[in-house]
């Protein structure tokens, strides 16, 4: 980076070592990446290494042409916007090279000054291609943002640490139990921070097996597997010069975390099947309901991944611990049209709402489906929301041990009715197979209640 602006990668294709030699200097003291080829052949195994922004390919070399390179380099590298350069112009050969894509065409001899503003020029103009690409890829992603409601002392210091963490470009890591938030707390954060004009994409790791999560964060090329009928960019490249946020982070396959380090490393990565080096420029969040001091102790999460990701940490309060939103809550997702009488909404500030906002939100969801004239009343809440607290002795509704014996039993119920099948029930569930399987550990779940119906 050169005064704030973005770097250019740039190639320089030409057989007059002592131009090469002169161009190459005045772009390195400009802050550019430089790379230099003397022919075709060099040019193009370079370009299969890494992704160049810009090509500077003079005309007549020996062995591959100017024109026959720039055919070439539209094809395999199609990302690459390429400045014809010749002693011998003529009107056909500078039609044909833009016929075949060239950016621009510029004749010898010129001022380097001229050759730069052209640069600058091909550059920018392929990075508004690039966004557009992203916007229109980023809106079959992602959805609209929402507001995040809370006046709480605890919801209080969430948007104090929104306002510190936003500005900066330092990786996040946002915990909080499920249902809490942390998707909008990360939207929150990107629209707050200098990346705000640029996208915002989200991936959740648990909802992808390892080969297809890989893919779609890193990207592939044609044939690179089974189905990859066409390249195709990761959410990596879709990100560029904006936000990533992983959710779910803690379920990422430890060979997906190496790759996921490199690139916070340095920036660089490659698609699958791909050879070729790709720089971005992302701000990484990442988002989770583990506990992952826990998962670095047992081996499950890189240790140095953890410290790239956990540069700064915000913790998100469960609704149990923010009680007086409640009713904020209920107002917001209900909306003016809507009324409540004074029995349901009490019913719901007495719940201690285990699937935190995600869990309310739904259960105004389903009430105001049942309910009549627009307005919900107690027997339009869920019964688990409207059967008050347990006797003396019993796990309190909301409670750890409560969500954790309603939890098994349902994963017991969907096992018995798929008949023991894992790949199904992980479905049904909405978990991978590996998350599945720490479940099925974690709660000691046995074959013979699976199969026999005793518990």
């Keep these: ?172 890591l946002i915990q909080g139990e499920s249902g809490t938030g942390k998707e909008l707390v990360a939207r929150a954060i990107h629209r707050a921070s200098t990346r705000s004009e640029k996208p915002l994409v989200i991936i959740n790791c648990a909802a992808l097996p390892e080969t297809l999560l890989e893919s779609e964060l890193f990207g592939h090329e044609k044939g690179a597997f089974t189905g990859a009928v066409s390249a195709k960019p990761g959410l990596f490249e879709l990100a560029d010069r904006g936000t990533l946020l992983i959710d779910e982070i803690g379920e990422m396959p430890g060979s997906l975390q190496a790759k996921l380090l490199r690139v916070l490393e340095d920036g660089s990565m490659r698609r699958v099947g791909s050879l070729k080096e790709r720089r971005v420029d992302v701000r990484l969040l990442a988002a989770t309901n583990r506990n992952m001091e826990t998962e670095v102790k047992s081996g ?60 309310l939100q739904n259960a105004l969801e389903r009430a105001k489906i049942l309910s009549d004239d627009n307005t919900i009343v107690k027997h339009d809440l869920p019964l688990d929301v409207t059967r008050g607290a347990a006797p003396d002795g019993e796990a309190r509704p909301g409670s750890e041990a409560a969500l954790a014996t309603v939890e098994r039993a349902h994963i017991v119920e969907v096992l018995r009715r798929e008949k023991g099948n894992k790949a199904r029930t992980a479905r049904l569930l909405g978990v991978n197979r590996r998350s599945l399987y720490r479940l099925i550990e974690k709660f000691e779940i046995t074959p013979a209640e699976i199969n026999d119906g005793s518990a």
């Design 1 to 172: 980076m050169e005064n704030g602006n973005p770097q250019i990668d740039l190639l320089i294709v030409d057989d007059d070592d002592e131009f090469r030699a002169s161009v190459a200097r005045r772009f390195l003291r400009r802050g550019f990446a430089v790379q230099e080829a003397e022919d075709g052949e060099t040019a193009l195994d370079l370009a299969g290494r890494r992704q160049f922004d810009v090509a500077i390919v003079d005309m007549m070399m020996p062995g591959i042409s100017g024109l026959e390179l720039l055919r070439r380099f539209k094809a395999q590298h199609a990302d690459c916007a390429t400045i014809m350069l010749t002693g011998q112009a003529t009107v056909e050969s500078a039609v044909e090279a833009m016929k075949i894509g060239a950016f621009d065409y510029l004749r010898k001899p010129f001022a380097l000054s001229e050759l730069e503003v052209i640069i600058q020029k091909a550059f920018d103009h392929r990075r508004l291609e690039k966004e557009n690409v992203q916007l229109k890829e980023v809106m079959h992603r992602t959805r609209g943002s929402h507001e995040i409601v809370g006046e709480s002392s605890a919801m209080r210091d969430v948007f104090r640490l929104i306002d510190k963490a936003a500005p900066t470009d330092k990786a996040l």
């Design 300 to 359: 499950n999460f890189r240790e140095d991944l953890y410290y790239r990701i956990n540069v700064m940490s915000l913790q998100i309060p469960p609704l149990r611990e923010r009680p007086g939103d409640i009713r904020l809550l209920v107002e917001h997702f209900l909306g003016p049209q809507w009324q409540i009488e004074p029995e349901a909404m009490r019913a719901i500030e007495a719940y201690h709402w285990p699937g935190n906002v995600r869990q």
